[in-house]
């Protein structure tokens, strides 16, 4: 995490570089992880907040528990040397991204699935919405100004704004009684 906190680029890091900076042997990092991909992996999830209790009241409510987070991470990655270094870097290693997706972003995509098809199937979300586009719709929003959009604000309720937003076209429309 030094390393990375002192800009070093993820190119110029190796395990004995790594290991020499922690004061430590070579095959004491090799113990723990088999390679560089696997050690970096570890430092983004290190540097991440945990993922977040769901309250399960409702959609709303685990939904708004889900995109607060994420917009937590991105006021995070902004002040933060090594996340914002890590996160720049990582999209140019394919092995480093295909691990960090497959141990961070997968994760999370599969439990914003399943509090939408908990939704749908109590009744929150019409039957016959798409449950990977609609996930794509509640995150991408908070994504694009997270990290797609330095200048863009994070501000506190924009969380409760965008799931508002997109849930108002999702709902079972109600229908008038005869």
Do not use: C
Not at 21 to 42: M, N, P, Q
Not at 161 to 167: C, G, R, S
């Amino acid at each position: 995490m030094k390393l990375l906190e002192d800009g070093v680029p993820l190119a110029e890091l190796s395990i004995e570089r790594i290991a020499r900076t922690a004061g430590v042997g070579k095959a004491t990092i090799y113990r723990r992880w088999s390679g560089k991909e696997e050690l970096f992996v570890d430092v983004i999830r290190a540097a991440e907040p945990e993922d977040p209790e769901l309250p399960g009241t409702s959609l709303r409510d685990d939904l708004v528990v889900l995109l607060e987070s994420l917009r937590q991470r991105g006021v995070a990655s902004r002040a933060s040397a090594i996340l914002h270094n890590v996160h720049a870097q990582v999209k140019s290693h394919p092995k480093l991204w295909a691990a960090y997706h497959a141990n961070v972003i997968a994760p999370r995509r599969k439990l914003g699935l399943e509090v939408l098809r908990r939704g749908q199937l109590n009744g929150e979300l019409r039957a016959d919405v798409d449950l990977e586009l609609a996930n794509d719709l509640f995150v991408g929003p908070m994504l694009l100004r997270a990290v797609m959009r330095a200048d863009a604000d994070l501000p506190e309720g924009l969380a409760e704004e965008i799931v508002d937003a997109v849930l108002s076209g999702l709902r079972p429309v109600s229908r008038p009684s005869q």
